[in-house]
């Protein structure tokens, strides 16, 4: 995992506690984001939303899912389900990089999800000046997904919601993928 990678996860618990402790904070920023890239583009999601961020770990694939449902994780004796957010977004699947690639782990209703990402870059909290919310997108991504593009220093963030990225049929398969493993797990044992 890359030095970046390993400082920005490890702010991500005083980010959330800073940001729920301090009600103004709410008034000098919208909300921080935690961001990361995609097929050279940026993207967003809010950092509340983040429960941590890991390098690529071994992914234990399951048979006759969709594309995106890449398989499950073993996260510290929890089995977490995780999805290709290229593939989701309906962008061109590329070969992962181990140092680069990464996994954001995200509470999405009731299941926790990791969402492979390419790279992940920073947290940065925008005004709400700073986000365009009425937007004409003309794009592969669905325009539910987005909630806005900020204006960053030297390009545009797309802002997604991550509940809204997995429809409830996508949670349903998932979700039942889950419930099952620990019950293999605990046959072969």
């Not at 991500?12 to 008034?27: E, F, G, T």
């Not at 794009?139 to 809204?164: E, F």
């Amino acid at each position: 995992m890359s030095k970046v990678l390993e400082q920005q996860a490890s702010r991500i618990p005083h980010y959330a506690s800073h940001a729920a402790s301090d009600p103004n904070a709410l008034k000098r920023v919208a909300q921080k984001n935690l961001i990361f890239s995609l097929a050279d583009e940026q993207y967003g999601i809010p950092l509340s939303s983040v429960k941590e961020v890991i390098g690529l770990v071994t992914v234990t694939p399951i048979p006759h899912v969709p594309p995106f449902f890449k398989g499950l994780i073993n996260l510290r004796g929890r089995i977490i389900s995780v999805i290709d957010l290229r593939l989701k977004l309906g962008l061109e699947e590329t070969e992962y990089e181990a140092k680069r690639t990464s996994i954001v782990i995200s509470d999405v209703n009731a299941l926790t999800i990791g969402s492979i990402v390419d790279d992940v870059n920073e947290v940065i909290g925008f005004d709400e000046e700073q986000i365009e919310r009425e937007l004409e997108i003309s794009h592969s991504i669905k325009r539910d997904y987005i909630t806005g593009v900020a204006k960053a220093k030297d390009n545009l963030v797309l802002l997604l919601d991550i509940h809204k990225v997995l429809d409830p049929d996508d949670l349903d398969i998932i979700g039942h993928h889950v419930a099952i493993a620990p019950q293999q797990d605990s046959r072969e044992g």
